[in-house]
């Protein structure tokens, strides 16, 4: 559908149409431009001057995290009518990044999810793990909610935005492999992202030692002219053969960290690793650099609905009451 093909419309109607979980969310796209943000994973919004009447103009221009909020509007409300319709199965909280609130019609995650779990999403295109360490509404709402399970997506804006991935590459070399490339650098960025990892888990899981934590490492991404993988790989100086392979390793090695750190004795095995790393090994699989395609976030998600059912028991729609 074009813009000429879509009539005037007021900003707070326009709102009102996005956060609702019964609108057409693609017609209604169709009035927002989308915004390029240099960096950040997600993706961003606003509304077209020329549709929607009555915009606020905030300094700066842009209406950082419009995307974001009309997102999780919608989805609350899907949520709420879910419980107040007879829902007894478990309760899920859901935090994370873009793979887990990608803010158009592309089927993230948790939207392949939602059809059958009852889920409040907690995501934010462009957080990073420290934005969501920081924040206390995680267990906020898990107590609030009597959540069973809290997923969360973690790690790939602290990866990927801001030309990031350039940093965490050790200085290219005549005939260095992509192994040789991923070492000292990389190693301390782990850490330091491990000690968040513990310290969010720890908080959860002594607040909250019965419920399971969901999470997960990232499909071996390829560079594909995009400011998060080959822009600044290439200004690293890392040649075009190799930049896959320099991905791969680095998605590898994360996984593996956050494999090891699900399986520590501490947590009980309330914490549960999902594998997605065998996911998108065809660049087709992928909507862009860094998030996959609708049917292969449907493949990630069926990953995490096996998890769920294993520990949650029943989570689909046969938990509805009548």
């Known amino acids: 559908m074009t813009e000429s093909d879509l009539p005037p419309i007021a900003y707070g109607d326009l709102l009102e149409r996005l956060g609702d979980p019964d609108s057409d969310l693609d017609y209604y796209l169709g009035y927002l431009l989308e915004v390029p943000v240099p960096g950040r994973m997600g993706v961003e919004f606003e509304p077209n001057p020329n549709l929607v009447t009555g915009i606020p103009r905030p300094e700066g221009g842009v209406l950082i995290g419009f995307a974001n909020g009309f997102m999780r509007r919608r989805r609350h409300r899907a949520y709420r009518r879910r419980i107040a319709g007879g829902w007894t199965g478990p309760r899920i ?26 889920i409040l999403s907690l995501g934010a295109a462009g957080d990073e793990l420290k934005d969501i360490q920081r924040q206390s509404e995680i267990l906020l709402n898990i107590e609030d909610e009597g959540a069973s399970a809290l997923l969360l997506s973690a790690g790939g804006n602290d990866l990927f935005d801001n030309g990031q991935l350039g940093r965490l590459v050790e200085e290219p070399r005549p005939g260095a492999t992509g192994e040789d490339l991923v070492g000292p650098t990389f190693e301390t960025f782990l850490q330091g992202m491990v000690e968040r990892y513990l310290q969010l888990f720890r908080r959860v899981h002594q607040a909250f030692p019965q419920v399971h934590i969901l999470i997960h ?17 290439t200004d690293r100086g890392v040649p075009g053969a190799i930049q896959h392979d320099v991905v791969k390793v680095i998605l590898r090695r ?37 998030h996959l395609d609708g049917p292969n976030y449907r493949r990630v998600a069926d990953r995490f609905q096996a998890v ?15």
């Open 254 to 290: 994360f996984n593996e960290t956050l494999e090891a750190l699900a399986a520590r004795a501490e947590f009980g095995g309330k914490v549960n690793h999902v594998d997605v790393t065998n996911i998108g090994t065809d660049p087709d699989d992928w909507h862009d650099e860094i």
């Open 217 to 233: 490492g990232y499909g071996p991404a390829f560079p594909r002219d995009g400011a998060w993988i080959e822009g600044p790989l």
């Open 93 to 118: 909280v859901s935090e994370g990044d873009s793979w887990f609130q990608y803010p158009t019609s592309l089927q993230d995650i948790i939207d392949h999810l939602m059809r059958d779990n009852a």
């Open 308 to 322: 769920l059912d294993a520990r949650l028991g029943q989570t689909g729609p046969e938990a509805l009451t009548g």
